[in-house]
Antibody
């Protein structure tokens, strides 16, 4: 069974840092791109960041660019999100999500399959 | 504000057919396929439809998807109480160069 388990969330003060982790199991982790997606209760999901199968291609939403860093360890079947300079608007439930492709980015001429498996999420609260 | 537009709520009685719409633009739904997710509180969102109209294995054929122009729809026939959940559409946006989502539709089974 494909499983994604997030950890590392919590309460943090504005301006501080937090590192999220995602443990993957049940599939060949190194074959797939991965994403972080966040959601505020009552709102739609928001894509945060994506990384391709080997970490060679990375993308960020404008709202987190320059503050968040996504990475992966294929030997450990793990995905990470280093969140720096946190703001109150970063408060959300953060999901680790598997892509159906090797690349996080839709390439010209390719069909879009998108995200297929989600974790249950870890809550990040940024407040003083 | 979500990039894709969905009605905030929908409802139906058991056995009925309901549809949920997802409106986008030429840079996303108009040129890229759409996925649909079902989200029950306290659980991980589940992929219901991919490539606009394909069902992953294990998803009942009561769920179907379609796309026309810059709009997509999710249809649920033979509505059941366990279908009560939040439903989200998603696609890729060429202008934003990233995945985009709808604001979600809360389905109530009366």
């Amino acid at each position: 069974e494909v499983q994604l388990v997030e950890s590392g969330g919590g309460l943090v003060q504005p301006g501080r840092s937090l590192r999220l982790s995602c443990a993957a199991s049940g599939f060949n982790f190194y074959d797939y791109a991965m994403h972080w997606v966040r959601q505020v209760p009552g709102k739609g999901p928001q894509w945060v960041s994506g990384i391709n199968w080997n970490g060679g291609s990375i993308g960020y939403a404008d709202s987190v660019k320059g503050r968040f860093i996504i990475s992966r360890d294929n030997a450990e079947n793990s995905l990470y999100l280093q969140m720096n300079s946190l703001r109150s608007e970063d408060t959300a439930l953060y999901y680790c999500v598997k892509d159906e492709s090797t690349e996080w980015e839709l390439r010209k001429g390719y069909l879009y399959y998108g995200m297929d498996v989600w974790g249950q999420g870890t809550t990040v609260t940024v407040s003083s | 504000q979500s990039v894709l537009t969905q009605p905030p709520s929908a409802s139906g009685t058991p056995g009925q057919r309901v549809t949920i719409s997802c409106s986008g633009s030429s840079s996303n739904v108009g040129s890229v396929s759409v996925n649909w997710y079902q989200h029950l509180p306290g659980t991980a969102p589940k992929l219901l439809i991919y490539s606009s109209n394909q069902r992953p294995s294990g998803v009942p054929d009561r769920f179907s998807g379609s796309k026309s122009g810059t709009s997509a729809s999710l249809a649920i026939s033979g509505l059941q109480s366990e279908d009560e959940a939040d439903y989200y559409c998603a696609s890729w946006d060429d202008s934003l160069n990233g995945p985009v989502f709808g604001g979600g539709t809360k389905l109530t089974v009366l």
